[in-house]
C-alpha cells in the first residue's frame, strides 16, 4: 500500500501548524513544516509584506515534494503544511511518491485576520492575509482533498480532519 502524505494546506493564519502536529502526533507520523523548506530569501520577502512570485515558490514546493518522495520510497506516511494556495503548486506535490491528500483548513478573513494578530514569533504579516485569500484556488473535484472549516477551538478541528480524511478520531 503507498504511503499516505496529509498536505495540511490553507492561508495564513488558518491554523495548518497547530493541526499539522496534533494530526501527525493522532495518526503517529512524521511531520514537516513547511516554512522550513523557504530559502531565506523568501523569508527576508515575505518578513518585508512582499507576497511571493510562483518563481519564488518553485524551488520551496520542490523541496517539500522530495521530502514527501524520500519518505513515501520508505513507506512512510506522512503530515506536511504547506499554504499550496493553487491548483498549479498543488499539482508539484502530487507529484510525490505516495497518494498525496489536501486538507483545505479554511476560515473567514476576519477569523484569520484575527488569529494572525494574536500569533507571536512568525514572520508573515497580517497584511498579506488579503493577496493570500486572492490567490487561493480552492480545492477541485480531480484533486484528492477535503475542506474544514476552522471556527472551532484546535481540537474539533482536529476531529473533523481525521473523520473528514476517513481516519479514526480516537487514534
Not at 503544511?81 to 476576519?110: I, M, N, P, W
Not at 477541485?140 to 482533498?145: I, K, L, P, S
Amino acid at each position: 500500500m503507498p504511503a499516505e502524505h496529509v498536505v495540511v494546506m490553507g492561508v495564513a493564519g488558518s491554523g495548518k501548524t497547530t493541526v499539522g502536529r496534533a494530526l501527525a502526533e493522532r495518526l503517529g507520523r512524521p511531520y514537516a513544516e513547511a516554512d522550513e523548506f523557504h530559502p531565506a530569501a523568501n523569508v527576508a520577502k515575505m518578513s518585508a509584506g512582499t507576497p511571493l512570485t510562483d518563481e519564488d515558490r518553485r524551488p520551496w514546493l520542490e523541496a517539500i515534494r522530495d521530502w514527501l518522495t524520500a519518505q513515501g520510497d520508505a513507506a512512510q506516511d506522512t503530515v506536511v503544511t504547506c499554504s499550496a494556495l493553487k491548483v498549479a503548486y498543488r499539482d508539484v506535490l502530487r507529484q510525490a511518491t505516495g497518494r498525496v491528500r489536501f486538507l483545505h483548513l479554511a476560515g473567514s478573513e476576519d477569523l484569520l485576520a484575527d488569529r494572525m494578530a494574536h500569533r507571536a514569533g512568525h514572520f508573515m504579516p497580517t497584511s498579506l492575509l488579503p493577496s493570500q485569500l486572492a490567490t487561493l484556488e480552492p480545492l477541485t473535484a480531480d484533486e484528492d482533498g477535503v475542506t474544514v472549516t476552522v471556527d472551532v477551538p484546535p481540537d474539533e478541528v482536529v476531529a473533523r480532519a481525521l473523520a473528514a480524511l476517513g481516519h479514526d478520531a480516537t487514534a
